[in-house]
Nanobody
Framework: QLQLVESGGGLVQSGGSLRLSCVVS????????MGWHRQAPGEQRELVAS???????NYADSVKGRFAISRDNAKNTVYLQMDSLKPEDTAVYYC??????????WGRGTQVTVSS
């Protein structure tokens, strides 16, 4: 089992920055991929970014060049640096982890609101 706790969300003006963090505890050795999804009101959840254990990253087209995902394996933490935020980035952001058995775990989410 894995437990995920996100932090770092909040309210920011358009063009501003936020950094999300997610600390993972539990069966750490089984972690394969870490990432962030988001869900805006009335929309489906979408992948924002992901990173493998060796650092290979993947980004949604809508955030490329603005967001950066990183992970600290020693601290079992994944980060999402979000720059040049836009109102359309407003959503609940969820930390996600995929283990070596291809099972997904989700955090409770943290709200990010970007005002225009």
């Amino acid at each position: 089992q894995l437990q995920l706790v996100e932090s770092g969300g909040g309210l920011v003006q358009s063009g501003g920055s936020l950094r999300l963090s997610c600390v993972v505890s539990g069966s750490i050795i089984s972690i394969k991929k870490m990432g962030w999804h988001r869900q805006a009101p009335g929309e489906q959840r979408e992948l924002v970014a992901s990173i493998t254990r060796i650092g290979t990253t993947n980004y949604a087209d809508s955030v490329k060049g603005r967001f950066a995902i990183s992970r600290d394996n020693a601290k079992n933490t994944v980060y999402l640096q979000m720059d040049s935020l836009k109102p359309e980035d407003t959503a609940v952001y969820y930390c996600t982890v995929e283990n070596i058995f291809n099972r997904d775990y989700w955090g409770r989410g943290t709200q990010v609101t970007v005002s225009s």
